[in-house]
């Protein structure tokens, strides 16, 4: 099930000028904010809305905040102040940074923001008939007033920018990452466009920083009590168990809400979590994924790359290739991995690590997805046959298992499994929401179950060190309780309440673990290599791939 909510949005003819002064920053963030509809927010960026509300609190009259629109000049935008002096009218300008200076060390506009205030000053002249001379701009780092004088250069300068931001904003394909690197560094977007990523996808030797945040610090907040009722009150999320004092939460803090059972959410705050970015997912009662709220805002560019790319089917075994790779190099080194802690390795165990590695050799050569998903079966299948050999031998007889079954589970480490993929298939989608592409269509699995395809594939790559890895390490250090945490009913095993609290907790606490990416050399929280791994295949088909795909254990 696939919960979809339409939120439109009234075309807008003409541009904003803060986003020809993205245009003048970089072409690529113009697209980004402007085509693709992406927006994050850096402490920069609410720095500067800080500095805006402190200037709104002003007394002086001579201010006034004043929003115009011109059909003829094709632009639109808040003067962040006017100021009226002499008989003349002067936008003006407030940056929170320095000025640039010239040779002689004097202080002058960034283009990008000499841009902005000569388009404001059009503005003022096309919609307001006013003459304007000049605009201002106050760098407040350095307490530095700059003029701008207006004059037909200047006017054709606005022009001109109008005309390239409508030709970019007909175009499908997203400008290149800019050339000056300084730039990404101070950008909002770049945890969106990876322009490091980019860049050491086009060459491997370089060095790339990271820009891509560590870690996101939101809660998910898991609803496990059935009738819970999560409501809206002001902007704080409010959830009401039964017996229990109300919880309320800031937007801000949370990142997750996963509904399990039968919970319950209000209209207001499906709303309120869709303006939020709030992801909202359903879990059924018996640890089954059952789907995501979606609103599909401003995704479309990036699902119609997405649907020509998957359309190829060469370019789909490609990359089912490198999946498929990558989750069998995963199983084998865990169980390289659980070969070194047992004092007798089993000869069942060496001889599946040895397998696996003759099946992985076929992987480049496989010609068609049927083959792959044969060579697939059978790399599966020595994995699961082995994994039961390394469990420890004091392990109690309730906790092991011979191989994988689901559908019910029919043992308490399968069923551990088959909830943890549960709760990985839910992060999988919420970072595939998140990026914006269309979760139906995949390049591996084949739409059959009510399982998202491209979901479905991406969390092949973190079945192992997010569940599998955390389930056997829990069994064997003996964190289960055999009767308290499972409910047996006939063949059938399910989590108790307390089972399944335990699980989200391990989970959850195994995803702020960082591991260090292989090819970018730099360390991420499991919650943030999620979204970044959809961010990699994204760029497969957007002219900067080969770094999907490379998360293997070591």
């Known amino acids: 099930m696939q919960l979809i909510e339409q939120i439109s949005t009234p075309t807008q003819d003409t541009i904003r000028v803060s986003a020809l002064h993205a245009l003048a920053y970089c072409p690529r963030l113009f697209y980004l904010e402007e085509v693709e509809e992406l927006y994050t927010q850096n402490a920069a960026v609410f720095a500067g809305r800080r500095l805006h509300a402190e200037l709104e609190k002003q007394e002086d009259e001579t201010w006034e905040e004043l929003f115009l629109e011109s059909a003829e000049l094709g632009l639109r935008g808040c003067v962040d102040a006017l100021r009226t002096r002499d008989g003349a009218t002067i936008p003006y300008e407030h940056k929170r940074g320095r000025s640039k200076r010239d040779e002689r060390k004097q202080p002058i506009a960034w283009e990008s923001d000499r841009l902005q205030v000569l388009a404001y000053a059009c503005l003022i002249e096309s919609a307001l008939g006013l003459p304007v001379t000049e605009g201002r701009i106050r760098y407040h780092a350095d307490n530095v007033l700059v003029r701008v004088p207006l004059d037909e250069a200047g006017r054709e300068a606005v022009r001109e920018a109008v005309q390239r931001a409508r030709m970019l904003r007909g175009s499908t394909q997203r400008p290149p990452v800019t050339e000056n690197e300084r730039l990404c560094a101070r950008c909002s977007l770049a945890p969106v466009c990876l ?29 496990l009590e059935p009738g819970t009722a999560v409501g809206r009150t002001g902007e704080q999320l409010k959830i009401a168990r039964r017996g229990q004092p109300v919880e309320t939460l800031a937007a801000q803090q949370v990142g997750q809400l996963v509904l399990h059972s039968f919970s319950q959410v209000s209209t207001q705050a499906l709303h309120f979590c869709a303006y939020q970015g709030i992801g909202v997912h359903f879990i059924s009662g018996g640890g089954r994924y059952v789907g995501s709220f979606e609103t599909r805002r401003g995704s479309i560019q990036r699902r119609i790359r997405q649907y020509g790319a998957l359309s ?18 995963g199983q084998r080194k865990f169980l390289m991995r659980g070969k070194r802690g047992l004092k007798q390795p089993s000869a069942k165990l060496n001889d599946a690590i040895a397998q696996m590695k003759k099946v992985l050799k076929q992987i480049p050569q496989a010609n068609s997805l049927e083959t792959l998903l044969g060579l697939e079966g059978n790399l599966a299948a020595l994995y699961f046959g082995a994994l039961p050999c390394a469990i420890l031998p004091d392990v109690p007889a309730e906790m092991r298992f011979v191989g994988r079954n689901r559908r019910p589970p029919k043992d308490r480490f399968n069923c551990l499994l088959s909830f943890g993929y549960a709760l990985l298939l839910k992060d999988v989608m919420n970072a595939i929401l998140a990026v914006g592409l269309e979760p139906a269509l995949g390049f591996y699995h084949q739409p059959r179950t009510q399982a998202p395809p491209l979901a479905l594939d991406l969390m092949e790559i973190f079945r192992v060190p997010l569940v599998d890895m955390p389930v056997m390490g829990s069994v064997n250090r003996g964190h289960w309780e055999v009767r308290e945490d499972f409910e047996v009913r006939g063949e059938q095993v399910w989590l108790s309440d307390a089972g399944r609290r335990k699980l989200v907790n391990l989970y959850e606490r195994r995803k702020e673990e960082t591991w260090k990416h292989p090819v970018t050399g730099y360390s991420l929280t499991y919650r943030r290599l999620l979204e970044l791994e959809v961010r990699l ?3 497969e088909w957007c002219g900067e ?9 070591r």
């Open 195 to 223: 322009p490091e990523e980019a860049r050491l996808a086009h060459n491997r030797e370089w060095q790339p920083m990271r820009l891509f945040p560590q870690d996101d610090d939101r809660q998910v907040i898991h609803v």
């Open 312 to 329: 190829d089917g060469a370019f789909c075994l490609q990359l089912a290739r490198q999946l498929v790779r990558c989750r069998a190099e």
């Open 537 to 539: 295949l994204e760029k």
């Open 545 to 553: 791939g080969g770094l999907f795909g490379q998360l293997v254990l």
